[in-house]
């Protein structure tokens, strides 16, 4: 059950890191545009 959960946590943890990647990488290409 432990596993599980460790896995779980991995992967919303990953689904999270990627998600916030993404909107920074978008972010920094909006800026770079305005200049």
Do not use: C, P, Y
Not at 12 to 34: C, P, S, Y
């Amino acid at each position: 059950m432990v596993k599980v959960g460790g896995f779980l946590a991995m992967s919303v943890g990953a689904f999270i890191f990627w998600q916030t990647m993404d909107k920074i990488h978008v972010w920094n290409a909006l800026r770079q545009d305005e200049k």
